[in-house]
């Protein structure tokens, strides 16, 4: 076991080419989780188009791919490309729309805003470039001149998210930022236009998201070419927002199967705009219809310091429904409201009853990978499947999720190890006081960060794990009291830490010899698996992919002097665990679906009040 090398990045796409390996072509959507301002303020997410036997031609265009080329796209619609990019469609290949990178192996075990910066310049580098030229300084100043000129299509966007008012009820909003111009590429020096496009490189670091794919023929694949050859640059968030385009090209593909929206003017949750979850609800209420087979899966967030995203909503009802996991601001904002104006409450209520949105984490639970999927469209189809069929796919479920119990002995064993860490010196009391914090994976890689800034490092990962191994991390968890000589004169401890290594180099420096080099392996394995067996299960990804890192975990941890016994249950993967209590009748149900129930929805919505998930 100790030879195998895990990347996460070669399982991710797996993922995805699992759900698309079909003799012909599917098309299909994906729907992104709310992020950033979004998420506090609308929950409305993102949607986009993806393609698995199309590829990208420039970033505008699709064409029909070559023999020999990695297949499959994804095209967005976005406003503000980028300065100077005079297209609002941008079309990226479907590993590099999710992972920031062409080469698998190249995914780090963790994120943060400065990895992901450098991901998306060196991307810029090696194939945007062309698309997307640099700014001259002058050009930089002419934009910079527009920005600061009156813009209705800025004052609108601005009302549309209620920026202004989060300006006056927000401590940490008290000015909008300008819209961003340019970044500056550390090895030539270039201005490389900012703008949207970074959303669509390396989207699970950014937020999770869920593909769902149908069949597509290929007469409907050549229209879908068509449609894309010809459809307008121009992007309005009213009349042809990112749903408009997706439902429209949706329409195009399946409108001879069948598929067709729903009115906008009879659904009040969705009247004021198009929304990403409207068009899902569309889309699977056809593929029910007309009995289409689809193949749905999960992409959860990259483990880093972002916070979890959360399912996305209309427009209309994220702002006025109380939803706790918008935060604590929005959601005493909106129960404020509905308490002292009666007639909020009851537009609230009609919003609310009147939404009739597909439940995503239901059909990820019932579908995803490519045996749930199968099972479930076979059973779509013959509703008379005998029960031992039935029974079949909960085995399917508590194999791919794993159950309660297992995931709570692995939590029980991640603690052992990491008490015998701190008692060898390897790990601080501070560190280990800030893992298994339920609901709150993000705070020790951000404890990581916030070290690497107190120590000038400009908030690398890697660079802050080691200021630990040399400081022992035993002062407090708020390092801006450290003496100023000691931040302003220690030097990074490798000049390439603003990289973070992916699974193969954290191997690599396991096997080093070097203590040094070691003990940053093992704070960044430790780090990862905190971020996945402190997430809730419904953010989190399936059993395979966290077992491949578990047994990473345990070879980096033997590499510390930290080994288990072989007969130790430690040893024992999350599905194997979980396979067995199913086959002894000692489990019933999977953690994803525990999560789901009534109890376990009311105590996750409990805890993401208390400490506001919403970034």
């Known amino acids: 076991m100790r030879e195998i090398i895990f990347c996460r990045g070669i399982l991710v796409f797996a993922c995805v080419l699992a759900c698309t390996a079909t003799v012909s072509a599917d098309v299909g959507i994906i729907v992104y989780e709310s992020k950033g301002s979004d998420t506090r303020l609308s929950s409305a997410g993102h949607i986009a188009l993806i393609t698995t ?48 990178t062409s080469v698998p192996e190249e995914v780090p075990v963790l994120s943060n805003g400065f990895s992901l910066q450098n991901m998306q310049i060196k991307y810029w580098r090696q194939h945007l470039q062309p698309s997307l030229p640099p700014l001259s300084m002058q050009q930089y100043e002419t934009i910079r001149e527009l920005q ?16 202004y008012l989060f300006q006056l009820l927000g401590p940490r909003n008290k000015s909008v930022p300008p819209e961003p111009i340019a970044m500056i590429d550390p090895q030539t020096q270039q201005l490389i236009p900012d703008g949207r ?3 669509a490189i390396g989207v699970q670091y950014l937020r999770s998201s869920t593909i ?17 050859e010809q459809s307008s640059d121009d992007f309005n968030a009213l009349t042809n927002n990112c749903s408009d385009f997706v439902a429209r090209s949706l329409a195009v593909v399946f409108g001879d199967a069948g598929f067709q929206m729903r009115p906008r003017m009879f659904d009040a949750s969705n009247a004021w705009i198009a929304s990403p979850i409207s068009v899902a609800s569309s889309f699977l209420a056809f ?14 967030m990259i483990a880093g310091t972002r916070r979890p995203s959360i399912p996305g909503s209309s427009i209309s009802r994220g702002m006025l429904v109380p939803d706790a996991r918008q935060g604590k601001l929005g959601f005493g904002i909106r129960v404020y409201f509905n308490t002292l104006n009666p007639l909020f409450a009851l537009t609230s209520l009609g919003v609310y009853q009147s939404s009739r949105f597909a439940d995503l984490q239901e059909l990820v639970h019932q579908r995803d990978g490519q045996d749930l999927s199968r099972m ?41 190890i990491e008490n015998r860490a701190m008692e060898l010196g390897i790990l601080s009391r501070p560190e280990r006081s800030l893992m298994l914090r339920q609901g709150q994976p993000f705070l020790l890689s951000r404890f990581y960060e916030q070290r690497s800034k107190a120590m000038g490092s400009g908030g690398m990962l890697t660079a802050g794990m080691r200021d630990c191994a040399a400081l022992g991390c035993i002062d407090n968890l708020i390092t801006s009291f450290l003496p100023r000589n000691l931040v302003q004169n220690r030097p990074v401890s490798d000049p390439s830490s603003g990289s973070v290594p992916d699974r193969s180099q954290v191997r690599e420096m396991a096997d080093s010899g070097d ?17 996945e067996l402190s997430s809730e299960a419904p953010a989190r990804g399936i059993t395979g992919s966290f077992d491949a890192d578990w047994q990473l975990y345990l070879d980096v941890a033997e590499a510390n002097s930290l080994r288990v016994p072989q007969a130790d249950p430690a040893n024992e993967s999350v599905q194997s665990c979980s396979s067995r209590e199913f086959q002894k009748g ?21 805890r993401e009040l208390l400490y506001t998930p919403a970034r």
Not at 148 to 163: D, K, L
């Open 376 to 416: 479930a469209n076979e059973l779509a189809l013959d509703p008379t499947l005998s029960p031992q069929y039935r029974l079949s796919i909960k085995r399917e479920q508590v194999k791919a999720f794993g159950t309660p119990a297992c995931w709570q002995a692995k939590q029980r064993q991640f603690a052992g």
């Open 515 to 531: 203590s040094s080099q070691e003990v940053v392996a093992f704070r960044l394995m430790t780090t990862v698996i905190n971020y």
């Open 148 to 163: 600061a000129r009156f813009n209705p299509g800025r004052i609108f966007r601005r009302a549309v998210t209620m920026q």
């Open 197 to 199: 496009w970074r959303d």
């Open 212 to 228: 769902i794919l149908a069949h597509a023929s290929p007469q409907q694949e050549e229209r879908l070419l068509n449609y894309i």
């Open 287 to 300: 593929a029910r219809r007309h009995k289409v087979a689809l193949n749905v899966k999960f992409m959860p």
């Open 53 to 100: 036997r199309l590829c990208p031609a420039g970033t505008a265009r699709l064409r029909r791919c070559s023999p020999d080329e990695e297949q499959g796209a994804v095209i967005t619609h976005y406003p503000n490309i980028a300065s100077g990019y005079h297209s609002s469609l941008f079309v990226i290949p479907i590993r590099d729309h999710f992972t920031a």
């Open 586 to 606: 000692s489990a019933k149900t999977d953690a994803y679906g525990d999560a789901r129930s009534l109890k376990g929805r009311l105590v996750r919505e409990g």
